[in-house]
């Protein structure tokens, strides 16, 4: 229980990872504001599970490549929570694509949704929580894809090595100011995500085989790891970007 009093926002919340980050802030004693964009029933599933906690959530509609709607997000956690202590910017969209072919439109979905959108929601953090003394910021990533060419994930791949790029720029910048931020980047998760790609199926087969802590990520490891990352005793971690995959991509492939 070592998040008690604090207020948190999770983007993309509404299933998969986030929903598992809200539901684990809410058991450490946080109160969450859960977005979504298109799963109202998920969104209110999470609102019913940190409420069966005892803590308080509400759902908020907001799609992360709109900056009016992250305005107006920001707008309803004032009014509603008078602050913010923690930001986890995970909502992630992208179009599966190689790059000779892929839409302007696959650019600036991920551009938008996954890597502008930190910086947003970010900006609008930073006023709150210097004002509360403090917070913690954090986004997913997915560094084993920035770094290897995964199929037909090149635009969104981009995107993410935007949010390896602002962790480390806002982790210098907010710092001085008490607001830490680092970036989440896990293995191979089982969320709809993962069936979603082509290629996804396949990659669970080789996680589960090779993975050498022997079984493939969970939404709960995440979120675990996201909470250690948002409590007073993680504020020595600051920039960085932090693998959680039972150590597949330390593996020789
Ligand atoms: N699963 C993995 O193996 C894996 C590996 C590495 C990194 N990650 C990263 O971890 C994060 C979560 O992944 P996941 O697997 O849990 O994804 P997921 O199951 O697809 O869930 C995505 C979440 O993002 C929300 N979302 C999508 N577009 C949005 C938008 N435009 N505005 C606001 N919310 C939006 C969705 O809400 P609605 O349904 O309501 O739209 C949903 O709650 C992502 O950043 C992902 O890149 C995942």
Redesign the pocket.
């Given at each position: 229980m070592n998040l008690i009093g604090k207020i948190a926002l999770v983007?993309?919340?509404?299933?998969?990872?986030?929903?598992a980050i809200a539901v684990e802030f809410a058991r450490r004693g946080a109160d969450v504001v859960v977005?979504?964009?298109?799963?109202?029933e998920?969104?209110e599933e999470a609102v019913k599970q940190i409420e069966a906690l005892g803590r308080r959530a509400i759902a908020v509609s907001?799609?992360?490549?709109s900056p009016e709607e992250i305005e107006q997000l920001f707008a309803v956690i004032g009014r509603e929570f008078g602050g913010l202590d923690i930001l986890v910017c995970?909502?992630?969209?992208g179009l599966q694509t190689k790059l000779a072919d892929a839409p302007l439109k696959a650019w600036d979905l991920a551009m938008n949704?996954?890597a502008r959108?930190y910086l947003l929601c970010a900006q609008r953090a930073f006023p709150m929580m210097t004002a509360r003394g403090g917070g913690r910021i954090m986004?997913?990533?997915?560094n084993?894809?920035v770094e290897r060419a995964f199929p037909n994930y090149g635009t969104?791949a981009a995107s993410?090595a935007v949010i390896n790029v602002l962790t480390v720029y806002l982790a210098a910048e907010f710092g001085p100011h008490n607001i830490i931020v680092n970036a989440i980047?896990?293995?191979?998760?089982?969320?709809?995500?993962?069936a979603?790609f082509e290629f996804g199926a396949e990659a669970r087969r080789r996680g589960e085989a090779r993975t050498p802590s022997g079984r493939i990520?969970t939404?709960d490891d995440?979120a675990h790891l996201a909470a250690f990352l948002a409590s007073d005793e993680a504020h020595q971690i600051n920039g960085q970007i932090i693998e959680i995959d039972g150590g597949y991509t330390r593996l020789f492939h």
């Open positions: 983007t993309g919340s509404s299933r998969g990872i986030g929903k977005n979504y964009r298109r799963t109202p998920g969104a907001a799609n992360m490549a995970n909502a992630a969209a949704v996954n959108s986004a997913l990533t997915a084993n894809a969104v993410k980047s896990p293995g191979m998760v089982a969320t709809e995500a993962l979603y990520t939404t995440v």
